[in-house]
């Protein structure tokens, strides 16, 4: 028997460990791409403004481009009526639209208060996700990217900035 001929038992272990070297590999290859959520790191949900509460409570008022629900600006409360996923905000990086079971509202809460000093209004967003699977099923919860709450706040902020500077400017 020569040394480069191999034994059957040799090609059956030989054959086993490529398998399972592909297999390892493979999985790998086809891993998820990790969700907006994961790459992001946690979601901030909450921010502070330091201007009076009717501004920023008229500046989320101005944002909201959704049906609103509930508003109620003594215990500081906008709620939207729920929004298909088709007809929401999608971020410019999806190439394909939602699944059309996707449906979601935002919640925004807003309290008064001081910070350095300073009067300031925290403005906190929830975003409940839902995807309905069928007629029958219950909705199931999702978890929000958390990039549509950080567009609201930049536009909350910058509505906020345009509002005091034409109050400088007359």
Not at 40 to 58: E, H, L, P, R
Not at 74 to 99: A, C, F, H, V
Not at 117 to 136: A, C, N, P, Q, W
Request: glycine share 6%; with cysteine.
């Amino acid at each position: 028997m020569s040394h480069t001929a191999l034994s059957p038992f040799r090609k059956v272990l030989l054959g086993l460990v490529i398998l399972t070297g592909c297999s390892l590999v493979s999985c790998s290859l086809f891993d998820r791409k990790p969700s907006a959520h994961a790459r992001m790191g946690t979601i901030n949900k909450q921010k502070v403004f330091f201007a009076d509460y009717d501004s920023v409570w008229m500046a989320a008022q101005s944002v909201l481009k959704y049906p609103i629900a509930q508003e109620n600006q003594d215990t500081g409360i906008i709620e939207t009526e729920y929004i298909k996923g088709l007809d929401g905000w999608l971020p410019p990086n999806i190439q394909r639209p939602p699944s059309s079971g996707i449906r979601y509202k935002l919640i925004l809460t807003f309290a008064r208060g001081r910070a350095d000093g300073r009067e300031s209004t925290r403005v906190t967003i929830d975003k409940k996700m839902e995807i309905l699977r069928d007629f029958f099923s219950p909705p199931e919860s999702m978890e929000s990217d958390g990039l549509e709450e950080r567009i609201i706040f930049y536009r909350i902020e910058r509505e906020l900035i345009v509002r005091e500077a034409l109050k400088r400017a007359n």
